[in-house]
């Protein structure tokens, strides 16, 4: 693979400043591990903490400059490497995602399913909404082309009806953490390219810092097993979101190492 690395710094419905020094750091990090020059789209401002709709407004902007920037690394032959503040930068990355790769499986492993539609949302939280524009489910101005049946979501513990019912019904697959986890991922995975998403808060409260702590989740060696097991597919992208860059109750500074050493064999490590 030929990386290309782009970090995100736009608002984009964060609750606090947290996320853009965690994608910092994040990009950071690759930039040493990987020896790239990762590309910044975007400038912190300061969190709305509104509605998904008047979020959505601001962030378009600098969400249609994150679909240029997809763009223009797969036109290159490129695959991306994405260090994002918040879940719902993947309403302009997974459309992209879709064009180049339409045969591809999106992994979204995140402790939430992201499948909520302005309909259905219990919080007018934008990140909830994250995985159903790209899916079609609604219109967000980004585009879509995600088929739901590409769909793969992991670790997902904290659902809202809506979200279970589709679970339920087939509509996506659920991997959940537990015991059979690899066995289960391997089953729906296959031997398809896939496309990984990973919000942070799909692992264990307190490994990394994180705005959402959602009890039983991931650690981080079945995070590197998962990694391990999607390595063996053609991957096409690979984004992370939700790492914050400090502790909201100590304010001492996250570390990304251990998170990256487990993503590692994703990024040819």
């Known amino acids: ?17 947290r996320g853009f020094a965690g994608a910092s750091a994040i990009g950071a990090e690759w930039q040493r591990w990987l020896g790239l020059t990762a590309a910044t789209v975007g400038t912190p401002e300061a969190p709305l903490n509104t509605g998904w709709r008047a979020e959505l ?11 240029h920037r997809y763009d223009a690394i797969y036109s290159a032959g490129q695959t991306p490497v994405s260090a ?9 990355t997974l ?28 919080t007018d939280y934008l990140g909830g909404l994250a995985l159903s524009g790209p899916v079609g489910m609604w219109e967000s101005g980004l585009g879509s ?27 996506v697959r659920h991997v959940p953490v537990g015991p059979n986890m690899l066995e289960d991922l391997d ?63 100590t304010g001492a500074p996250g570390d990304p190492g251990p998170l990256l050493t487990a993503l590692s064999p994703l990024v040819g490590g």
């Open 95 to 122: 459309p992209v995602v879709a064009r180049y790769h339409p045969d591809a499986l999106v992994v979204w492993f995140d402790a939430h399913g992201d499948l909520n539609t302005p309909e259905s949302t219990t």
């Open 1 to 17: 693979m030929t990386l290309a690395l782009t970090v995100f710094q736009g608002r984009v419905g964060d609750h606090n400043d």
């Open 145 to 171: 082309g995600i088929a739901a049946a590409n769909v793969v979501l992991g670790g997902a513990r904290e659902l809202d009806p809506f979200e279970r019912r589709l679970i339920d019904e087939g509509v």
């Open 57 to 67: 407004t601001a962030a378009t902007p600098t969400l249609g400059e994150m679909s």
């Open 187 to 249: 089953t729906v995975v296959g031997d398809r390219p896939v496309y990984f998403h990973l919000d942070c808060d799909v692992l264990e409260p307190g490994l990394v810092p994180t705005d959402y702590r959602v009890p039983n989740g991931l650690s981080l060696d079945e995070l590197s097993g998962v990694a391990s097991r999607l390595a063996e597919n053609a991957v096409v992208g690979v984004e992370v979101a939700e790492f914050e860059g400090s502790w909201s109750d």
């Open 84 to 92: 994002l503040t918040r879940c719902a930068v993947a309403l302009a």
